[in-house]
Nanobody, 126 residues
């Protein structure tokens, strides 16, 4: 069974950048679309970004457009979320998730994700 581990979170000042990684084991990521989600304290989990399995097309929710970029490296069995111009509202636990069948648009309404990582904390604060 596919297992996912996120890393790269931490404390960053507003306007700063972070790069999150999602490493997979127990299977090959190349067969999966990979989504990124976040959950802030007291709030529901929300989708952020996704990259498709076949053509590498990306999908971003409004909160991420223009600031976040997701990518994948199938040779390294990993995916990434580059976050720039971070704001205090971006503080949350960030998760990666994979889906074999459902499209990336599903991150908008929770219709995505069969395997999930444990999350990595991102704190944006001065």
């Amino acid at each position: 069974q596919l297992q996912l581990v996120e890393s790269g979170g931490g404390l960053v000042q507003p306007g700063g950048s972070l790069r999150l990684s999602c490493a997979a084991s127990g299977g090959s990521l190349e067969y999966y679309a990979i989504g990124w989600f976040r959950q802030a304290l007291g709030k529901e989990r929300e989708g952020v970004a996704c990259i498709s399995r076949r053509d590498g097309n990306t999908h971003y929710t409004d909160s991420a457009k223009g600031r976040f970029v997701t990518s994948r490296d199938n040779a390294k069995n990993s995916a990434y979320l580059q976050m720039t111009n971070l704001e205090t509202e971006d503080s949350a636990v960030y998760y990666c998730a994979t889906d074999l069948f459902r499209p990336c648009e599903g991150i908008e309404n929770g219709q995505f994700g069969t395997a999930w990582g444990q999350g990595t904390q991102v704190t944006v604060s001065s």
